[in-house]
Structures are given as C-alpha cells and as structure tokens.
C-alpha cells in the first residue's frame, strides 16, 4: 500500500494525499475544486491564475 504518499500542493502548498498531477506538478483535491468554483470575478482567481502560471512556465521552459 503506498497510498500515504503524500505531495505538496502547488496552489495551497499543503501535503495532500488526493489530487492531480499536471504536468510534473500537483494540485490537491480541494484546490482543484475550488478552482472549478471561482469565478473570474472571484478576487481569488488571479491568486490561481498566477500558481497555474508557475506550472505552464516550467513546462514550457
Ligand atoms: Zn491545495
């Protein structure tokens, strides 16, 4: 059983076990959810905007 590995989310920087994996990066269930939830309007959505940001740039670097 190796399901107690853990990863840091990149969004809320909290060790989760359940989430995503993009790219070589990983966002927690909550936030995903979250994300999903925000509207553009949402003052937290550039907060978002700008953690996804890190996970393209690192891609595409
Ligand atoms: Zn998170």
Not at 2 to 9: G, N, V
Not at 29 to 54: A, G, H, N, W
């Amino acid at each position: 059983m190796d399901q107690e590995e853990t990863r840091t989310c990149i969004v809320c920087g909290q060790p989760r076990e359940e989430g995503i994996h993009i790219v070589s990066e990983f966002i927690c269930s909550s936030c995903e959810s979250e994300m999903v939830r925000t509207k553009v309007e949402d003052e937290k959505y550039p907060f978002f905007i700008r953690q996804l940001r890190q996970i393209w740039v690192r891609f595409h670097a």
